[in-house]
Each structure stands twice: as structure tokens, then as C-alpha cells.
């Protein structure tokens, strides 16, 4: 260790040696957080001084337990399943960068000891996944976060992928940004378009040369549909895809083997009873949006009919017409 520091660090430092190196299996005696802090740090200090450390860390709130075997972190803000399952959101998140996500990664190991990091072998394994090469994500978010705190509008490129696998421009947008929204592991920007004149939702990893605009935001409450602000459950199970079309009742005929899809896309508000004389039918009943309603009913097209109203009916018959005519 070439750099001594003064001993009144020893204080943090004892802190950090627990946090990095210790837990319940792996606890550290007096003898082993000495060595840490000559080896770590340069700090050379009596037993009867880091056992007083110690005791000062405890009457300070940090919860560590001493034993025979010695002191060790007995709990921390995220127990490690938790840490696990974000690290697992983050590496399936497809508009989290690659480079990002190895940073958010490393981040969240840190926040457990050592031996969780060495478990953890997701991080290694990032560039396999999925994911956007759109660098703007975190610089998007911090910028729609601004500005609806500032009650602003936002103005952006909104990108889609050619032929070669690139983002390239596709129209300019200009918004009033209400919300953020994780849906279907994509990251959407909730915002009213005075151009289109209602509710748009746009992919944020879409996204490009996102910036504020000096102007105010339409009030939410005076968007039709929004008058009493944005009802989230209703958001989540009328809008199974993010189309911006209005909600209807539909009513469909569903295989009892699809139940548990049902209530994964639409929640436990649908209305739902069994149809007689069939082999394991049940209808259903729910409001959605007809457009989301054709591509959701065409991806369970063996399992689902829809019923009602007529004109999604309609239209849906008129995609299986085309979808054979090409594969004949």
C-alpha cells in the first residue's frame, strides 16, 4: 500500500470492508478488518479501536451483527434476489444499450458484497441479448422528465430501422409529455400531439435529437378521454399494444387453455362465462382498443374468434384473406 490515509477514516473505511466482504457466511474478525485496512488503506489501528469503530457504526443504524466468528453486514437496502431480478430486468430491457446495461449491472453489484459478484455471471453475457444501439435513451428520459416538470413541450426525431438494420428519420414530432410508460418491455413516451390532435405513444429507443420546446403543455385534462387524468389500470388492459385509437366493448369466443394468457394481457376485470354446449369455450367480454384487439386476436388466431362488433370481425377476415393468398 503506497498511500497512508489518516486514521480518523478508519470510521468509513471499517464500514466499507463490512459492505464489501462480509455477510452471514462470511464474517470478518477484528484480525481480518485490521489486515483490510494496513492492506486496502495504510491505516494501522488497535483491535480495541476498530471493536469501538464498530460499536459506533451500530449506535449510527448500520445493522451489523458481531459474533464469535466476528462482525459481519446483517442486512443491507436490497437483499440479493431482489438485486438478481433487477439485473434481469435490466438485461431484458431491449432499449437499454448494451453499454449501459453492463454499467447498471456493475452498479447494482455493488450495492451487495463480493461473493453475490461473483455469482453473478449475467453481466458477461450482455452483448448476446437483444438490444438498442440507440444511445439517447438516458439522455431522452432526463430531458421528458425536465420538461414535464416544467410543464413544457418536447420536440424529437421519430427514427425506424431500413433494411441494413440503421435508425433512420421518419417524421418530426412535437408533443405536450405527460408520462413515461414500461409496457410490454418497451419504454413509450405518453404525450398529446396538437398536430394529430389526440394521444400519442412513441418508442423512446425511437427516439433521436429529443430536446425541449418553449412552449406550454396542453393540459391534460382538456385531451378527450383524460379529463380525469390518466387512469393506469384502464391504460395497461385496454391497450394490449400501444395504438391510439378508442377503446371499444369487444366480445370474443377463447379456448379455457388461453384463460391465464387472458388475464396476463387484460387483468382480472374482464368479463368472462362459459358457453354452453362446447368443448371448453368461454366468452369473453372487455374494453380495448379495436386496433390493438386485430393484432392481439390474429397472434392467438388458434384459439380466439372475435364476436363483436362486426367491423373488427370484418377486418380480421380480410387479413387471413390476404395472409393466404400470399402463402398459396
Not at 457504526?57 to 431482489?82: C, P, Q, T, W
Not at 449501459?100 to 455469482?119: E, P
Not at 385509437?245 to 368479463?271: C, H, M, T
Request: proline share 3%.
Amino acid at each position: 500500500m503506497d498511500k497512508f490515509e489518516p486514521k480518523k477514516l478508519a470510521l468509513i473505511r471499517i464500514w466499507q470492508i463490512l459492505h464489501q466482504y462480509s455477510d452471514y457466511d462470511h464474517p470478518l474478525t477484528q484480525d481480518d478488518i485490521a489486515e483490510h485496512l494496513e492492506k486496502d488503506h495504510g491505516i494501522v489501528i488497535e483491535r480495541k479501536a476498530i471493536s469501538r469503530n464498530i460499536s459506533l457504526l451500530k449506535e449510527a443504524g448500520v445493522d451489523i451483527e458481531s459474533r464469535r466468528a466476528g462482525s459481519y453486514i446483517e442486512s443491507r437496502d436490497f437483499e440479493d434476489s431482489e438485486l438478481r431480478l433487477l439485473i434481469d430486468s435490466v438485461l431484458q430491457s431491449k432499449y437499454i444499450t448494451a453499454h449501459h446495461s453492463t454499467d447498471l449491472i456493475k452498479k447494482l453489484c455493488a450495492l451487495s458484497n463480493k461473493y453475490f459478484r461473483s455469482h453473478v455471471k449475467n453481466v458477461y453475457s450482455v452483448n448476446e441479448w437483444s438490444k438498442t444501439e440507440n444511445q439517447s435513451v438516458f439522455y431522452n428520459i432526463e430531458v421528458v422528465d425536465n420538461a414535464i416538470e416544467e410543464g413544457k413541450q418536447v420536440q424529437f426525431d421519430y427514427n425506424k430501422y431500413d433494411i441494413e438494420g440503421n435508425l433512420q428519420k421518419s417524421s418530426f414530432q412535437r408533443v405536450s409529455p405527460y408520462q413515461l410508460i414500461l409496457h410490454n418491455q418497451k419504454y413509450y413516451l405518453m404525450g398529446y400531439s396538437d398536430y394529430w390532435g389526440n394521444m400519442v405513444f412513441h418508442r423512446l429507443d425511437r427516439i433521436t435529437n429529443m430536446r425541449m420546446y418553449d412552449k406550454p403543455v396542453t393540459p391534460l385534462q382538456s385531451v378527450k378521454g383524460y379529463e380525469n387524468g390518466i387512469d393506469y389500470k384502464q391504460l395497461a388492459t385496454t391497450m394490449p399494444y400501444m395504438y391510439t385509437d378508442k377503446p371499444e366493448r369487444i366480445e370474443f369466443i377463447a379456448d379455457e387453455y388461453v384463460i391465464d394468457q387472458l388475464y396476463d394481457w387484460f387483468g382480472k376485470d374482464i368479463k368472462m362465462s362459459k358457453v354452453a354446449d362446447t368443448d371448453g369455450k368461454v366468452k369473453v367480454s372487455l374494453f380495448a382498443s379495436p386496433n390493438a384487439m386485430e393484432h392481439w386476436a390474429t397472434q392467438y388466431l388458434n384459439y380466439v374468434e372475435i364476436t363483436s362488433p362486426q367491423h373488427l370481425r370484418e377486418r380480421i377476415r380480410e387479413s387471413l384473406k390476404n395472409g393466404i393468398e400470399k402463402y398459396n
